[in-house]
């Protein structure tokens, strides 16, 4: 009898300090549904994303890792509306400049990818004719109005470095947010 107490007991203590340990509960959601004031300068909203505009002319890399020093990476577009979202507001703001995304084929030349996730650049957002790997020197995707006759934004592949006609503006992505919500009873 003594022992079954003694089990009890220490069952109890168990209950007791697991309910103790469940005393508050973690809620992790996308984004910042609870409107939490934030500075995301130098960084721009447009839709859910943040982004910063890029105004020196450099080749791919140099754009990257000016990218990386805001702990950003080059602008992926996982969806036809981000890209929409962001060639309108180059449009609105009267930019025909080009601007280097994180595309690329560097890793098998064909293969085009986004450097920041890895994933195949499946958006129908190429110019007539693109991606060419004109004189096989083509590896890094920007985009602009390609052609002079050209009417809207869309996407090319030029050299990533070492061709003076491939300098460009660049568009820097800053990771998603995330809100992380602690309740706590007390
Ligand atoms: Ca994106
Ligand atoms: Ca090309």
Redesign the pocket.
Known sequence: MQKVAVKLIFLLVHLSLGWTSEKHSVVVSPGNPLKLAIDSTPFVKIND?YYYFGAERVNWYIGYENCRKLGAEL????TAE?FDAISGYLKGKGERTEHWTSGNDLGKTGKHNWFSNAQPIDIKKWAPRQPDNAGGKEHCIHLGYIYKDSTDIQLNDRPCSNDGNSLFKYVC?APKQETISILVWK
């Open positions: 994303g602008v992926t577009f996982e981000e992505e």
